[in-house]
């Protein structure tokens, strides 16, 4: 088993920053890609940014490219999203992912393995 915990969220004004960062235990020596999703009130989740573990190829969504940066920490299992020029279409739960399988689609909710628990980002305007 794998266990994912998010940490950073908060309340932020329109464009300020944040820095999501998730943890890995367990069973993680097997990672493939670990990625980011949010979910709005109402809304469907919604791919953010993914990141290879073995070569650090980086993946993203449209509404966030030029603005979020995914960075990993293989030695200590961390995987984090610095999130810059924030706006309120921002304001999410965002969730923390982990793929163990190679060639899967990385910016389908379907491919992930695992999911933390979210947490919160709020950006005021």
């Known amino acids: 088993q794998v266990q994912l915990v998010e940490s950073g969220g908060g309340l932020v004004q329109a464009g300020g920053s944040l820095r999501l960062s998730c943890a890995a235990s367990?069973?993680?020596?097997?990672?493939?890609?670990m990625g980011w999703f949010r979910q709005a009130p109402g809304k469907e989740r919604e791919f953010v940014a993914a990141?290879?573990?073995?070569?650090?190829?980086?993946y993203y969504g449209d509404s966030v490219k030029g603005r979020f940066t995914i960075s990993r920490d293989n030695a200590k299992n961390t995987v984090s999203l610095q999130m810059n020029s924030l706006k309120p279409e921002d304001t999410a739960v965002y969730y923390c992912?982990?793929?163990?399988?190679?060639?899967?689609?990385?910016?389908?909710?379907?491919?992930?393995?695992?999911w933390g628990q979210g947490t919160q980002v709020t950006v005021s305007s």
């Open positions: 990141i290879s573990r073995s070569t650090g190829i980086t």
């Open positions: 367990g069973r993680t020596f097997n990672t493939h890609i």
């Open positions: 992912a982990l793929d163990r399988t190679p060639l899967s689609l990385v910016r389908d909710r379907g491919s992930y393995d695992y």
